[in-house]
């Protein structure tokens, strides 16, 4: 069967510092892989998603970058943190054919920039 | 893009009666029509879904209805316990293999 794995669970990090989350799924291949924001007592805002390796695609302009080393590891970064990268950031995978949409969620992380 | 709203934000009911929460989206390619629920501090999971060649489909308390005419969507709850709580969201696919979630829906299932 199919797992997800993100971590850490929470991080606590100071503004200027670097961020390096990590998510790797198992027990799928070409699987489209996802980072979501959830900011407190809000909807998930879609960061990037990825298609395949190397392919990364941008939604919203900001301070994180995301990268695809592996076919099923997906990376969220940041050079410079800022107090409002601050969130819980969950990733996410799905099946690579049109007609598997349904998406899984890692267990998240919770970041505190201070 | 997709703009998806989801009524109400906030829902309060007692033990046993229906609550029912909408969503209306924009993009008349959707094809795809997800509910997830969000326990508090934890992960979003898939609780029913329903394509577009379908008008309803229920799974014992849930069901979603689905008016593309429209352009919204529904989750019904019968029998609300307390293990309801939750936050709901709907996440309509539109173009691409993208969901677009909507603000989320609190829902609080009293005693």
């Known amino acids: 069967s199919q797992t997800i794995h993100q971590w850490p669970a929470t991080l606590v990090q100071p503004v200027g510092s670097p961020l390096s989350l990590e998510c790797t799924v198992e027990?799928?291949?070409?699987?489209?892989l996802y980072w979501y924001r959830q900011a407190a007592g809000r909807g998930l805002q879609l960061l990037f998603y990825?298609?395949?390796?190397?392919?990364i695609s941008s939604e919203v302009p900001q301070n994180l970058s995301a990268s695809r080393p592996q076919d099923r590891q997906f990376i969220l970064s940041s050079k410079k943190l800022l107090l409002s990268d601050s969130g819980f950031y969950l990733c996410?995978?799905?099946?690579?054919?049109?007609?598997?949409?349904?998406?899984?969620f890692g267990a998240g992380t919770r970041l505190s920039v201070l | 893009g997709e703009n998806v709203e989801q009524h109400p934000s906030t829902l309060s009911v007692q033990e046993g009666d229906s609550a029912v929460i909408k969503c209306t989206y924009s993009d008349s390619a959707s094809n795809y029509f997800p509910w997830y629920k969000q326990e508090l501090g934890k992960r979003p999971q898939l609780i029913i879904d329903i394509r577009s060649n379908v008008g309803e489909k229920k799974d014992q308390r849930i069901a979603v209805t689905l008016n593309k005419t429209a352009k919204h969507f529904s989750l019904h709850i019968t029998e609300t316990q307390p293990e309801d709580s939750a936050v709901y969201f709907c996440a309509p696919r539109g173009g691409g293999n993208k969901l677009t979630f909507g603000t989320g829906t609190q829902l609080k299932v009293e005693l």
């Open positions: 990825s298609v395949g390796i190397g392919q």
């Open positions: 027990g799928t291949s070409n699987p489209n």
């Open positions: 996410a995978w799905s099946g690579s054919s049109n007609r598997v949409h349904i998406q899984y």
